[in-house]
């Protein structure tokens, strides 16, 4: 195993020493896909195994991406987060049981990366450059980027459920909802780069599914009908109706959440949700703006 010290100025090095590790100082800080290059260029074996630092390894991980390259011809595994019960409120339970479900109705075959827990064949990376430099990994869209060009290479890539990593990120609802207005941002600035944005409402793009996008969309007209019907007396009979049909949208979410957290839970997990998506779609309108005045400026 290898870590790159990214010029850190805390214990790393010093935490990452009393293990069995080859450990990379950099006396200069660069950025995460830096160091994941370096890593990757200094690795002796034939596949490379990315783990973020928010991410325990089950002890089957390795075990299992091992087995999933044996079985498939492929040149990158991808996995998900495992079932945690462990998260200490709803809102760390919606959204990382929402990753999980989201990559679990995904095609096998598919053309992201996955930054938490991905495999990928070291002559294949080596071959695409790796990760680009100068992306933010803190944006979350640099793994999907790297995914988007080996497809393009014509390079395969599978996801494997069997490979899991438990995420031990926890979120409140505020900095949940600064999360996912920053990334909608960004997916829609990366989608709109690789022209993908057109047809994300029929195929998704990468984890974010049309219904999802769906919900997103009718988040803003439901909130405006509650606030009107609450403020002007307004009968309440279209906002159940949209209600109806945000919970039909998101459905299999919600009964795979009951599934696991129970009933009580996934109907406060459907509050969430919706919150989360009007600020996904708020957000989804600042990328499209930012993508229309960045392609004027050029």
């Known amino acids: ?8 100025t805390d214990r790393t090095q ?5 293990f069995d590790v080859k450990i990379i100082s950099l006396k200069k800080r660069q950025n995460a896909n830096y160091c994941r290059n370096i890593g990757a260029e200094k690795a002796e074996g034939d596949i490379l195994l990315f783990l973020d630092s928010d991410v325990v390894s089950k002890k089957n991980t390795i075990e299992m991406t091992r087995r999933a390259f044996e079985k498939n011809h492929v040149d990158a595994i991808v996995g998900v987060y495992a079932v945690s019960n462990e998260y200490p409120n709803l809102t760390s339970k919606y959204k990382n049981l929402w990753i999980r479900f989201s990559y679990t109705i995904s095609e096998p075959a598919i053309d992201w990366i996955f930054g938490a827990v991905s495999a990928i064949r070291k002559d294949v990376f080596l071959k695409a450059d790796g990760f680009k430099k100068g992306m933010q990994a803190k944006r979350g869209t640099d793994d999907l980027e790297l995914g988007k060009r080996l497809s393009k290479m ?3 890539i599978l996801l494997d459920t069997s490979v899991e990593v438990v995420h031990l ?3 409140s609802l505020l900095s949940l909802l600064q999360n996912d ?7 829609v600035s990366l989608a709109g780069n690789l022209g993908q944005l057109g047809t994300s409402t029929t195929k998704g793009f990468v984890n974010i599914y049309p219904n999802f996008i769906f919900s997103t969309v009718l988040s803003i007209p439901l909130l405006m009908l509650l606030i009107f019907s609450l403020v002007y007396s307004w009968n309440l009979f279209p906002v159940i109706l949209l209600l109806l049909l945000f919970y039909f949208l998101n459905r299999k979410f919600i009964n795979y959440f009951a599934k696991n957290y129970g009933i009580v839970q996934s109907v406060l997990a459907l509050g969430i949700m919706l919150l989360d998506n009007l600020i996904c779609a708020v957000g989804s309108f600042a990328g499209v703006v930012s993508l229309i005045f960045n392609r004027n400026e050029k």
Do not use: L, Q
Request: overall charge positive.
């Open 1 to 8: 195993m290898i870590v790159v010290d990214d010029a850190s």
């Open 154 to 156: 014509n390079y395969k």
């Open 169 to 171: 990120k926890t979120f």
């Open 181 to 187: 207005f920053r990334r909608s941002i960004w997916f």
């Open 14 to 18: 010093e935490i990452a020493s009393s």
